[in-house]
């Protein structure tokens, strides 16, 4: 199924995941949304990397905005979102064994971009029309620093990774939605194995 055909059927968690998808779904029109050059908003991919026992979160410190985060990235013309969010976490942490738990979008959101400087060059205040998707890594493969984006790699608990960014929107907005949602997860996998 197609990207447009899956945020369709995807049931929001919450108002701001209605309100978000019902965006997602008129900013899709465009041709140009899946390119970064399309300097109001444009498709990104994030990531929930949790671990075998679904109770560490990987995090990377990111260098523009001063805090502990998910990871993910743009799409750059990609349609493939879950693609790019598996690609993504090997390019930003350094592990290597990287897998979806489901293919199905574990998330929504529209994040708000301010202006920054990327190498040297200003890039302006824009949206990023972000899909999330929950992954599995190995939390004993080592992980690795990408200079230009961040300055750490870590694991934390689903809490710890809450309280780790210093971005308030974030935690409150998206990250604590996030481990609730793993926990609701983590319920219903328990539930089908019985």
Known sequence: ?????????????????????????????KDTVFLRENRAAHMTA??????ADRDRVLMAYHNIYRSWSWLG????????????????????????????????????????????????????????LNVTYLLEADEREQTIVKPDENAGVAWFTPDGAVEASTEPWFRERIYKKLNSKLAQWKAAKGRCQR
């Open 73 to 128: 990235g743009h799409a750059d013309g990609e349609r493939d979102l879950l693609s790019v969010a598996v690609r993504e976490v090997k390019e930003e942490s350094g592990v290597k064994n990287v897998r979806p738990l489901s293919e199905d979008i574990f998330s929504l959101e529209i994040l708000t971009v301010d202006g920054h400087e990327k190498k040297g060059v200003y890039v302006p205040s824009h949206l990023h």
């Open 1 to 29: 199924m197609d990207l447009v055909g899956q945020i369709r059927q995807y049931v929001p968690w919450n108002a701001q995941e209605e309100q978000d998808r019902a965006e997602l779904l008129h900013q899709l029109q």
């Open 46 to 51: 994030s990531a929930w990397v949790v671990n």
